[in-house]
């Protein structure tokens, strides 16, 4: 199935050539809260990891597979200010220092908040 739907990213992948990754560090508040999120593409993930404007070690990292990327354009700013908003409301005390949240395989918000569905 996924060779089909990408079938560069399955050549590639599947000899061991990286694929380029970005570290691009973007700002955007969301209901008057700063933060700060970066996109890390690995050959294995796509990581979103999600900072508090106030402090480094406060933090919520969602990883989708290459498949999520090539449907999803993570960079947009409100793919992230939504799943920002999905952070706080899974309890991430983001006005606290070191509160580190995770979910491993975070493909299945694409559907639930809809993020296929955002234009900007």
């Known amino acids: 199935m996924w060779k089909d ?8 992948h599947h000899r061991g050539i990286r694929m380029k990754t970005y570290h691009d560090l973007k700002k955007i508040t969301v209901d008057s809260e700063e933060f700060f999120y970066i996109i ?10 999600i900072y508090s404007g106030s402090f480094k070690t406060t933090y919520f990292d969602m990883y989708f597979t290459w498949k999520d990327n090539y449907w999803i354009n993570f960079f947009k700013p409100s793919i992230a200010e939504r ?6 409301q ?4 983001f ?9 491993d395989n975070a493909s299945f918000l ?4 809809k993020l296929t569905e955002l234009e900007t």
């Open 5 to 12: 739907e990408c079938p560069l990213f399955y050549f590639l």
């Open 40 to 49: 890390h593409e690995r050959n294995e993930f796509v990581r979103l990891r």
């Open 110 to 113: 694409i559907d639930q908040l």
């Open 95 to 103: 006005k606290k220092e070191r509160q580190v949240k995770k979910i």
């Open 83 to 88: 799943l920002i908003r999905y952070a706080m």
């Open 90 to 93: 899974r309890d991430w005390d």
